[in-house]
């Protein structure tokens, strides 16, 4: 029954949303009629409410929407839609500010001469302002006021203008900052949570381990790496676009004739531009740098746009005379004085303990005033200009709330789907195609197109992703990351502003079209740029790392940066080393022979068999890494005549998974079936269970006999690299730390020996100085002695010295006695010390020669060479499906 009930849900809601009914209401008033009318059946025909639930009942389905919102939005750190309200105000404001405008004549201007310059330029100007306001029908209605006649007046093919305007009004969604972006971030990282769960059980059930290792889980996203991902493919767009322009023009020239500029191209009209183009690009840097410098979050970026929005409409608004630029001059000052307090002082109020840190404070706080002075001053002007700041609150505030109201709505859905069992429906359907992760993507993919024809992109992103998302990222075939997935349906929603009946910007473009212009013109002009999108996204789907390098990039070179030993970094890592022995290993022996070679006859004893066993190590560690790839490729010769039978295996354990699925859901409905007048409807499922039962039974036989040896002889091969992985990682972790600890000690000579004089100026003190005053003396030696490696008895005995002579009863022979030790300790490190000054130069020449290969794994950070690399190696997807 739960299958009629999932049919009545989706006529409600299609029915619903084709009358006109508002989403924000069409949604969840969808999910709450299903759901009564769910439960109200089953009490008339079963005698329960839950009777038609795939499980629980109706009152928890119905809260379990506004459950999970709260649970989601109202965490401390779930703070990520934060940035809604802060990009919908920058953009509103600068719309207001008629940003688009100027843009559009100046870049008209400036690209009229070149074949189809104005439709470059309309591009041009299309991908500044998804950079600056994002808003899809402002940038439209502005470009097809004022571009759209222009391009008429110049004989351009009127499909090819009004795809161009209609195309670039759209860009919005996908170059960042984009609201769609940041819903999509939000939503994927629930899915991701699901999608985790997900393979960990598939992993168990596999292998029968209870943990799955790091590095096979799904890698989660945030909108930040949203932002990052988006970037690269959103300008990939842009260039298709610029390209089929250009050779349209060129290939057509009656089509896109160039369009020269009247005036003369003097220091006016460059100061125009300049004047024109210079604020959006800063606010983008500002806005979009502080992101990819790691310098910003994604709310903190948004509150630089939103500023920056209001000092350049402060501005742009007023008429121009001798004040106009104060405002936003003074916020320039401020923003130069804030930088360079930021780049020579320690600018930390709760570390000032010096002048020069006050003067630190008092700059920065200068710079802030100033700042705000621009702020509080922008802010007045647009409040009195036609009260335009009122209606930019207003706007932010009625779309923020639509936008809210919609993720309410669709949280309800969503409970409401999965109440009838439409999540699993859907997963079984995904799960039954045949060719696995990239025939359901390819589903998936379609299904979004064609809703892109009726729905916005709100609902498909809350309705649709967090239902196939999970299924998606499960997937260990393809394991692909959730920024890259989040990307492809990005671009792939961008299309559904495009495609006809219902594109959001057609309807825009049609508004304020001539009466010329006809709508199937339109209609005909953005076929090519949807096969342009099209191609973007098999490029994107192609080439992940279009998507996936930035986001890493800064990642691993941020303040945050994972560790190297982090467990998911350690394939690339090692492939790294690998090329650098391959690289380099001629070098890296005759640096092991000689650092071999050595004499450290004058080490301790310790420190000689470190330095001994380091070298050895080091020396064994480029072939231990061989021998793990040896394996690796003895594995990569069996995948191919184990897959197929792999596969074979797992679908039919799916497949009785599913059935085991299904016979608990009949035994749960037939024990809801009581009393003698369902006797016959028990039966009938009971016996369908023994149906089930059978094709259990069959199915297992249908698993060859070779499984089992294939399957032990496959993993045997996966233990034998992991081990041989193991090996080498703990031989370089140790004998790096070998090595480094020796250096380490020598380093420590020359400050070591510098506390000659004061260590023994204290022995001559004793007997004359104050007990008091001896015993600070101490005390401030032993705490210069504490960064000196290979201190620690020294200052073991000078504390034993300051505990004597501190006491009630200062004990002057006992301190002797400890400063006699804490003397005689320091003689026996001076004389090795003074004996192998020579050898520091030697070692620390070895120890940095290997210390970003074999030492990789101990230091905090990976230094920038190999944090790019590992960057460019982790954003490729690598298929871990025949580990599970």
């Known amino acids: 029954m739960e299958i009629y009930f999932l049919l009545l849900l989706m006529v409600v809601m299609a029915t619903a949303l084709g009358s006109g009914y508002p989403v924000a209401f069409a949604l969840p ?12 059946t089953g009490w008339l025909f079963a005698g329960s409410t839950d009777a038609f639930f795939h499980s629980g009942g109706p009152q928890q389905w119905l809260s379990a929407g506004v459950t999970n919102l709260r649970g989601v939005y109202w965490e401390v750190e779930r703070d990520t839609l934060i940035a809604i309200p802060l990009f919908i105000f920058m953009g509103i404001t600068l719309q207001r500010s008629k940003i688009a405008e100027d843009l559009l004549v100046a870049m008209a201007q400036l690209f009229g001469p070149v074949p189809g310059g104005l439709g470059i330029s309309v591009v041009f100007v299309g991908a500044l302002l998804a950079a600056t306001t994002g808003i899809v029908g402002a940038t439209v209605v502005a470009m097809g006021l004022i571009s759209l006649p222009a391009m008429m007046r110049n004989k351009y093919s009127t499909p090819l203008a009004t795809g161009t305007i209609a195309a670039s009004g759209t860009l919005g969604q996908i170059i960042p900052p984009s609201i769609v972006l940041i819903i999509l971030a939000d939503q994927l990282a629930s899915a991701v949570d699901q999608a985790s769960t997900t393979r960990k059980a598939l992993y168990k059930a596999a292998t029968g381990e209870i943990s799955m290792p790091s590095a096979f889980d799904v890698t989660s996203t945030s909108a930040g790496e949203m932002f990052l991902g988006a970037l690269v493919p959103g300008l990939v767009l842009v260039g298709l676009y610029m390209a089929y322009i250009m050779i349209f023009a060129i290939l057509k020239p009656s089509a896109a004739p160039s369009v020269h500029h009247e005036g003369k191209f003097d220091r006016a009209f460059w100061g125009k531009v300049f004047i024109t183009l210079v604020p959006p690009l800063t606010l983008i840097f500002l806005v979009l740098g502080s992101i990819i410098g790691g310098i910003a979050t994604v709310n903190q970026a948004g509150a630089i746009g939103a500023a920056g929005a209001m000092i350049m409409a402060g501005y742009r608004l007023p008429e121009r005379n001798s004040m106009t630029y104060v405002p936003a001059l003074i916020g320039l000052a401020g923003l130069f004085i804030i930088a360079i307090a930021l780049a020579n002082f320690e600018m930390n109020l709760k570390a000032i303990y010096t002048t020069t840190d006050m003067i630190g404070i008092l700059i920065g706080l200068l710079g802030t005033v100033l700042l705000v002075v621009s702020l509080i001053w922008s802010g007045i002007r647009i409040m009195k200009i036609e009260n335009t700041l009122a209606g930019i609150m207003l706007e932010t505030s009625k779309t923020t709330a639509l936008v809210f109201i919609i993720l309410l709505g669709a949280a309800m859905l969503t409970a409401a789907f999965r109440a009838f069992g439409g999540e699993d429906l859907v997963r079984n359907f995904l799960e039954s195609l045949p060719g696995g992760f990239w025939a359901k993507f390819m589903i998936v993919m379609a299904v979004i197109f064609v809703l892109g024809f009726f729905l916005d992109f709100i609902e498909i992103a809350v309705v649709v992703v967090p239902i196939v998302a999970p299924i998606l990222l499960a997937d260990p075939s393809a394991n692909v990351t959730a920024v890259w997935l989040g990307v492809m349906i990005g671009l792939n929603i961008q299309t559904s502003f495009l495609t006809p009946p219902f594109g959001f910007a057609l309807f825009y473009l049609r508004g304020v079209a001539p009466a010329a212009v006809k709508t199937l013109q339109i209609y005909k002009g953005v076929i090519a740029f949807i096969l342009l999108q099209l191609v973007a996204l098999g490029i994107v789907g192609y080439y992940p790392p279009l ?28 492939e790294y080393v690998s090329g650098e022995f391959e690289a380099n290993g001629n070098e890296l022996k005759a640096a092991n022979d000689t650092a071999a070679a050595i004499d450290i006859s004058a080490l301790p004893k310790d420190l000689a068999s470190a330095w001994t066993k380091g070298v050895e190590g080091a020396a064994k560690a480029p072939a231990m890494l061989e021998a793990a790839h040896v394996v690796d490729r003895q594995i990569d010769e069996a995948s191919p005549a184990y897959r197929p039978l792999h596969d074979q295996v797992r679908d039919i354990e799916a497949s009785i998974l599913k059935i085991d699925q299904r016979v608990e859901d009949l035994k749960r409905e037939a024990g809801r079936l009581q009393g003698e007048e369902n006797a016959a409807l ?6 369908q269970v023994a149906e089930l039962e059978a094709e259990k039974a069959a199915l297992s036989g249908e698993i060859p006999e070779s499984w089992k040896e294939t399957y032990t002889a496959y993993s045997t091969l996966i233990k034998e690299r992991d081990k041989a992985l193991n090996l080498y990682r703990r031989n370089s972790d140790s004998a790096y730390g070998d090595i480094n600890k020796v250096v380490t000690a020598l380093r420590a000579s020359e400050p070591m020996l510098a506390m000659e004089g004061e260590l023994k100026g204290l022995q001559a003190k004793l007997g004359t100085a104050a007990p008091e005053e001896l015993a600070a003396e101490v005390d401030a030696v032993a705490e210069k002695f504490k960064d000196i490696d290979g201190s620690s008895k020294i200052r073991s005995e000078l504390g034993k010295a300051e505990k004597a002579l501190a006491a009630s009863k200062p004990d002057a022979a006992k301190a002797g006695k400890a400063l006699d030790a804490a003397v005689s300790l320091f003689d026996e490190q001076k004389a090795w010390r003074e004996k192998t000054a020579g050898l520091l130069p030697q070692m620390e020449a070895y120890e940095g020669l290997i210390r970003d290969t074999i030492g990789i794994r101990t230091l905090d950070r990976m230094p920038r060479n190999v944090a790019l690399s590992v960057a460019a190696c982790s954003s490729h997807h690598k298929d871990v499906s025949l580990s599970f």
């Open 29 to 40: 008033g969808a999910a709450i009629i299903t759901v009564g009318i769910a439960a109200l």
């Open 547 to 574: 998507a996936n390098y930035l986001p890493a990039r800064v990642s691993f070179l941020s303040d945050t940066a994972p560790p190297p030993r982090n467990p998911k970094l350690q394939a690339c890592l090692e």
């Open 682 to 687: 028990r039966e009938t499922k009971l016996a």
